[in-house]
């Protein structure tokens, strides 16, 4: 009977991994999971106990002298410090040199050993409990068991592809080990008293360079910084992540979504056809800092989900301009995708604010708590991402930054870039925003699939009242920028780096094609005294340009260049008007990642480049060789494609001539 039960719970116990291994269920060992190989364990256990000759309850009660409460709690944290330690020299291996991801908190090193051990600290209190029960689990060896396991779990939950199910087999091996080792010790303790001060001494001697190093580089930057011209103004680039142009109350939406946009336009130029130069974020983003188009900057394989690419080091960005010329430099970025330091964009600013040291990274810096966030999320109905900026933190750090400069920073012009992530899915508006009560389920990694009409409405719900949200936010920030007198001759820019998809084309999310719905976006310039108020300047214009407009608009045309033209033209009257410039947008990658768009509508169609120009809408898709051709003026949406018709076909030539052109820099 011993013998049955024990090949019964072993079984069970085994389909509860197996479970876990082939996909089944909740990966991660969810409840289903973690019942079956409970109730297993359990049966064999009790099969074990069954055995004639067992004196389990001897067994349990053995094992040498119980350590107390403190020395438990010391063996639980210093494991949780050797494990976090292990785990982020992982981190660090995958990030450099396994082709993981750059969007990795800078602070790992040391917040990931430090949070670990705080983790496991009140689990030796626990053990310290259970030890009362079962004196054997507070012996040396036993608490090594029991508190190891967690330990090497965390550690092995960050190996690259390594299932969660067996990461934990093999967790309780380790954890097995260890405790032989430690029980084989002539002093136990002495492991402990001396290894628990070694880890954290370690810990701090990772924590103080890291923090300490980006402060250091902002003075040495501020100190550096040359005289500025006199009256030199101020500059602000508001980015709008994921905000798209037909979404908008101020180019004619229907809902109310940008009501203090509207009015702080009233005063500045509204451009009808901005147009980004990249259906994603950090070649926009490069495009609007550099003058330089996506081809430009990175090669020919980049794909939007390749989270290793960066901004290329050679091409001199705004802010180096700017820093060069005496102006004080800060970012404060919530996009921490592809707009984190590790991405780029960070040059030329002194300060630059992306990953942040707050309780909530550090609290989630361990694999162990990062593997259970999804499920907590899941439990509690929270879809916000861990350290994701709002837009009421990211105005308080940019007033925050100004509130504190000393008199010599005070005395000089600044160049800020806000860039607010509201707008991104999840779309989670808060309640005093939303233009319905309808639930914008939008989970991760089939966001960008296609759903029924009703979802699709759900989720541009929320998406319009995140819109609204980052509107009133803009509001304010301008509220108090005019109390503190920091808006006064200060050129403002608010714009995006592209839109979204919300059925149109049989597509959402972005990335995934060149219509006007992902490439033209908002863009408002307001500059009392140097730009016309009440203008909207309709002539096609392209972000690849912003960075010559801001040096022609403070006055350092002359003196400083980057690539492009001022868009100052676009808002002269229209007799003075040069011809529109022709106006390129692409997408370099070979070919949609597999898995993660619906294979049965129409998705990636390799490598993209979009051509506006002669009043048309020009795509060609260089991999498939096809085409398509609309109508500017009149079919924004690209509802008929001209590019089969009698006219579209002469057109071709001509269009496919200018696009070469364009990307071989010789137009």
Not at 574 to 583: G, I, N, Y
Request: charged share 15%; aromatic share 8%; hydrophobic share 50%.
């Amino acid at each position: 009977m011993s013998t049955l039960l024990i090949l019964l719970g072993t079984a069970v116990a085994a389909a509860g991994l197996l479970l876990d291994v082939f996909g089944v269920g909740e990966r991660g060992l969810g409840p289903r999971q973690l019942g079956l190989a409970a109730a297993g364990f359990a049966v064999v256990l009790l099969g074990l106990a069954r055995r004639p000759g067992t004196d389990w309850r001897a067994w349990l009660r053995a094992g040498g002298p119980r350590w107390s409460l403190g020395q438990l709690v010391a063996l639980a944290a210093w494991l949780g410090l050797c494990g976090g330690l292990l785990e982020a020299g992982l981190w660090q291996v995958r990030t450099h040199w396994l082709g993981g991801g750059l969007s990795v908190h800078p602070d790992l090193p040391w917040m990931t050993p430090a949070a670990a051990g705080l983790l496991l600290a009140p689990l030796g209190a626990l053990v310290a409990a259970i030890g009362r029960l079962i004196p054997r689990a507070a012996t040396p060896g036993g608490a090594t068991a029991l508190l190891g396991t967690p330990a090497a779990y965390g550690v092995l939950l960050a190996v690259p592809r390594l299932d969660p199910g067996a990461a934990l087999a093999v967790a309780m091996g380790v954890g097995l080990h260890l405790a032989r080792g430690m029980g084989q010790r002539p002093a136990p303790w002495r492991v402990v008293r001396l290894g628990l001060p070694i880890a954290a001494l370690l810990v701090a001697a990772l924590a103080v360079p890291i923090v300490l190093r980006p402060r250091a580089a902002e003075a040495r930057a501020v100190a550096a910084l040359p005289a500025a011209p006199a009256n030199a103004p101020n500059v602000l680039l508001v980015v709008w992540d994921t905000v798209r142009k037909k979404s908008l109350s101020l180019y004619g939406y229907e809902r109310p979504t940008t009501p203090a946009l509207e009015r702080f336009a009233e005063d500045g130029v509204v451009f009808e056809h901005a147009l980004t130069t990249a259906p994603w974020t950090l070649p926009s983003h490069g495009a609007m800092f550099t003058g330089r188009r996506t081809h430009e900057l990175f090669p020919a394989d980049v794909t939007p989900l390749n989270a290793r690419v960066s901004l290329p080091a050679a091409p001199p960005t705004l802010a180096e301009v700017l820093s060069q010329h005496g102006w004080l430099t800060a970012g404060f970025v919530a996009n921490l995708i592809y707009c984190s330091s590790a991405h780029g964009l960070n040059r030329g600013f002194a300060h630059y604010e992306d990953y942040l040291i707050t309780l909530e990274w550090f609290a989630a810096s361990p694999q162990l708590v990062r593997a259970a966030l999804p499920k907590v999320r899941r439990w509690t109905g929270n879809r916000q991402a861990v350290g994701r900026k709002a837009a009421p933190a990211l105005r308080a750090a940019f007033l925050d930054w100004l509130d504190r400069r000393d008199a010599a920073a005070r005395a000089r012009p600044w160049f800020a870039f806000v860039n607010y992530f509201d707008a991104h899915d999840p779309y989670l508006p808060p309640a005093e925003h939303r233009f319905s009560d309808r639930e914008a389920n939008n989970p991760t990694p089939q966001r960008w699939m296609l759903r029924a009409p009703a979802q699709i409405a759900a989720l541009q719900d929320a998406y319009d009242g995140c819109v609204r949200w980052i509107d009133a936010e803009l509001a304010q920030l301008f509220a108090d920028l005019r109390d503190r007198g920091a808006l006064e001759d200060t050129l403002v820019i608010v714009t995006s780096d592209h839109g979204e998809h919300f059925g149109e084309h049989e597509r959402l999310g972005h990335t995934n094609s060149l219509y006007r719905e992902l490439l033209e976006v908002p863009l408002v310039i307001w500059f009392p005294g140097h730009v016309p108020a009440g203008v909207r300047a309709t002539a096609p214009v392209s972000l690849v340009d912003l960075p010559a407009t801001v040096l022609d608009l403070v006055g350092l045309a002359g003196s400083a260049s980057l690539p492009g033209r001022s868009l100052a033209p676009a808002w002269s009257p229209p007799a003075t008007q040069p011809e529109p410039a022709a106006q390129l947008a692409e997408v370099l990658i070979g070919a949609a990642p597999p898995g993660i768009w619906d294979p049965t509508i129409r998705g990636y169609r390799g490598g993209m480049q979009a051509l506006f120009a002669r009043g048309y809408h020009y795509i060609r898709y260089p991999e498939e060789g096809g085409e398509e051709l609309y109508d500017f003026a009149r079919d924004a949406n690209a509802d008929t494609d001209l590019s089969a018709t009698p006219a579209g076909r002469e057109l071709l030539p001509e269009l496919r001539a200018l696009l070469d052109r364009l990307r071989a820099g010789t137009n």
